[in-house]
């Protein structure tokens, strides 16, 4: 068996407990300089575009319920004035019309000279040039508010009150916005990182699985119908691991095709390997990563067959212990420590990182040495199994 971050001497009877935590998480590439320039540009335009075609437009439904309301706010007030001509609605539609073109031009001169500039001189300027276009606006006041200075101030104050606070609030609602985009881009920047690597870590892991199931079917070449039944079992065993999986995948799938494979390490060990695999119902429908186990038995298969007395003896359970999946796969042998012979791990190390890129990093890989005996402890979350009143339903 084989540790990636710990040496300890296998000496018989010495009980070794290493905790070999799972790693931290991929380390995703940078940009490349130069790359996607053109895709940027274009949607940084469209990002500057999108809010102001948005404030334009919500501007403009502000200013019709605006001076929709000041018009029928004083509508009595007018068609109770003595007058003759010219009619009531028309002096308040025309009063409205022209109000409605002042503030729109102190919206643009805000966009264009204000709205860069600090807080305090940003609004304070706005309330001068409120009141400036307003209180200047000769045709807006004659008539209609002659004599009412409390109204006029009330049009002008109602107005820039109203206006402020919809420029605040489109400013929070872009933050959000923007906030929202960014995640959105980092979980897809980090999802098609953990795809990339996840890929690269399956096309590392077929080659040294095959590598090793190759040697077992040269163990049979003595005999002719050993060697079509491994191979055959081998076959077997490549149809169901190789195919196109989910990324996580309950329990029993991968014991189902453990048979096969088994079949093809006693080809390679025959009565010198005895394993058996004990796995409750209930941790069967715990979802994980596909080939799980079976880098477990590589390496037990490859170390235990180093140091065990034969017959190689190998177990495998599975159990579900409170909210976790603890899955134990225990070989005769020692330990054998980095140094002394050993190979790289690489099943091991690919699944520490699959497990860390698809379960986080609450997953553990441990090993246990004691008394002649060699334990791989793997834990991950127990997700996807059905609750336990299901369960006994």
């Not at 068996?1 to 790693?23: I, K, N």
């Not at 093809?264 to 979802?287: H, K, M, W, Y």
């Not at 042998?333 to 790289?344: E, F, L, Q, Y």
Request: hydrophobic share 45%.
């Amino acid at each position: 068996m084989t540790s990636a971050d710990s040496v300890v001497a296998g000496e018989p009877g010495a009980r070794v407990a290493l905790a070999a935590d799972v790693g931290a998480g991929p380390v995703f590439p940078g940009d490349v300089p130069g790359e996607g320039v053109a895709r940027d540009f274009s949607k940084s335009e469209q990002a500057r575009r999108g809010p102001r075609w948005r404030r334009n437009l919500v501007f403009g439904w502000f200013q019709l319920g605006y001076w929709l309301g000041i018009g029928l706010m004083f509508f009595p007030y007018v068609a109770a004035m003595p007058q003759a001509a010219p009619s009531p609605v028309y002096l308040v539609l025309n009063r409205m019309l022209v109000g409605a073109a002042a503030t729109t031009v102190v919206h643009i001169f805000y966009v264009i000279w204000l709205r860069g500039l600090g807080r305090t001189v940003r609004w304070s300027a706005l309330a001068v040039s409120t009141v400036v276009a307003l209180g200047s606006t000769r045709f807006f006041f004659t008539s209609l508010y002659r004599g009412a200075p409390l109204a006029r101030a009330m049009v002008a104050i109602l107005w820039y009150l109203l206006y402020v606070a919809l420029e605040i609030a489109q400013n929070q609602f872009e933050t959000l916005v923007r906030a929202s985009q960014a995640e959105a881009r980092a979980a897809e920047a980090e999802a098609a990182a953990r795809a990339s690597e996840l890929q690269r870590l399956e096309s590392q892991l077929n080659p040294h699985f095959l590598f090793n199931a190759l040697n077992a079917v040269a163990a049979s070449s003595g005999d002719a119908e050993a060697v079509v039944r491994v191979t055959q079992d081998l076959a077997d065993y490549l149809r169901l691991a190789l195919r196109k999986s989910r990324p996580l995948e309950p329990l029993a799938e991968e014991i189902a095709s453990l048979e096969k494979y088994l079949s093809v390490q006693q080809a390679r060990f025959g009565d010198d390997l005895v394993c058996e695999i004990e796995c409750d119902r209930e941790s069967q429908t715990v979802l994980v990563p596909p080939m799980t186990i079976q880098p477990l038995l590589e390496n037990a298969f490859e170390y235990g067959g180093r140091t065990s007395p034969r017959p190689l003896v190998v177990r495998v359970t599975c159990r579900v212990e409170q909210d976790w999946l603890v899955i134990t796969v225990t070989n005769t042998g020692s330990w054998v420590a980095p140094g002394h012979g050993r190979s790289n791990s690489i099943g091991l190390e690919n699944l520490r990182k699959r497990l860390t890129l698809l379960l986080g990093d609450r997953t553990s890989v441990g090993v246990e040495a004691e008394d002649g005996q060699v334990r791989l402890v793997v834990r991950v979350p127990a997700t996807g199994r059905p609750s336990r009143s299901n369960a006994h339903a």
